[in-house]
């Protein structure tokens, strides 16, 4: 078995890298270079163990096929690769500055009647089919409307806005990065508040990150700038609270 039908198995049996670590006996950080195409040509060894695991008959006590997700009304969670996170409440300069942006944007495609939605958070969106992995973005833009369901979002975002705060910098800067682009998301938008600064990541593009400031004005890559964020306007609605 190649790798690529390890990856396509571990996608359908929902696995993460720690279960089939776990269950092959290999250690953690070689399973990810293996199946992240850091390692490129792994020993014999190691590629019959994780052959092992996805040639035998699954266990479903070892791991479940879905997750357990949100059974505490009112707690927010976010799960990647099985495990689950629970969020910190926005607070009230989170959510001005994420439903001013969302209000622009949306208002834009109101008027356009272009049949693409943002959608504010909270909603969780489902970034694969297994469910192992779910996250609430503070802002998504959706070009078609079939992935929107009574539960969240199911597939991927053309677009994804996350306003970061000093305990999410990390996993919005670095976690739902990594899993946004390998997930196909085909922009990303980092806000924050107390830099004061705008990353953008195009993936389609494939360009360095952009940074803007709270002066610019922002253009929407995913609409090949017809829509853009005035970042001024945005900071003035919330300097009262700033």
């Known amino acids: 078995m190649t790798v690529e039908e390890m ?5 359908q049996l929902g696995y993460t890298y720690e279960q089939i670590a776990t269950l092959s006996d290999v250690p ?3 399973v990810q270079k293996v199946f992240g195409g850091v390692t490129r040509s792994p020993r014999y060894d190691t590629l019959r163990a994780l052959e092992k695991v996805f040639l035998e008959k699954r266990d479903e006590s070892a791991a479940e096929s879905r997750i357990t997700y949100g059974k505490e009304a009112g707690i927010r969670e976010e799960a990647y ?18 439903g001013e942006i969302y209000r622009q944007i949306q208002n834009y495609l109101v008027s356009q009647k272009s049949g ?3 959608v504010l958070a909270p ?24 992935k929107l369901k009574q539960d969240g979002i199911h597939g991927i975002p053309d677009m994804i806005i ?16 990594a899993k946004y682009q390998e997930a196909g998301v085909k922009e990303y938008w980092i806000v924050d508040p107390d830099s004061r600064k705008v990353v953008v990541y195009a993936f389609e593009q494939d360009i360095c990150p952009q940074v803007y400031k709270f ?7 995913v609409f090949n700038g017809q829509i853009s964020v005035d970042f001024k306007d945005v900071s003035e609605f919330v300097r009262f609270v700033l």
């Open 7 to 11: 990856k396509e198995r571990k996608r």
């Open 28 to 30: 953690l950080g070689t």
């Open 81 to 98: 690769e099985g495990k689950v996170y629970n969020m910190e409440q926005p607070n009230c300069i989170h959510q001005l500055f994420a």
């Open 116 to 118: 693409s939605m943002a």
């Open 123 to 146: 909603v969780k969106v489902w970034l694969d089919s297994e469910g192992q992995t779910i996250v609430q973005p503070d802002i998504c833009i959706v070009k078609e409307r079939n």
């Open 162 to 177: 996350e306003v970061v705060s000093v305990e999410s910098r990390q996993r919005d800067s670095y976690l739902k990065l």
């Open 215 to 221: 002066e610019d004005i922002v253009p929407v890559a």
